[in-house]
């Protein structure tokens, strides 16, 4: 007898697209409902992506000044998952669980700073 199998897994085709959307959407309203960081960088993204398609000179520098805000808003979203799992997981502190938040708000920082290098480095390099 192998691993326990998920009841979420084994549609295919057409059926798991559609769903895998439903499942991305559904992610997105959550983490909009309910993180504060997630709703900042969206507002951060809304004001610079107009920014970057004007500031770019080129296509090339225009996809390197919006990818990195994408880059935060996908981070923002496995540390919130992260976030979520630890706290089912147990809210009491442990160290390993304070371990992977930190790491996770690391991660964040790091996307962050990419993206003021890369528009440093596009728009004044």
Known sequence: MGEPVSPFKGKTGVQ???SAAGYSW???RAALR???A???EVLMFVVLLPLAVYLGDTG???ALLIAPLFGVLI???LNAALEAL???VSLERHPLIQR???MGSAAVMLALANVLAVWGLVLFG
Do not use: N
């Open 38 to 40: 997630f709703r900042q």
């Open 100 to 102: 992977a938040k930190d």
């Open 60 to 62: 090339i520098e225009r």
């Open 26 to 28: 559904a992610g997105l």
């Open 34 to 36: 309910h993180e504060d």
């Open 16 to 18: 798991r697209v559609l």
């Open 86 to 88: 630890a706290d089912r």
């Open 75 to 77: 981070v923002e979203l």
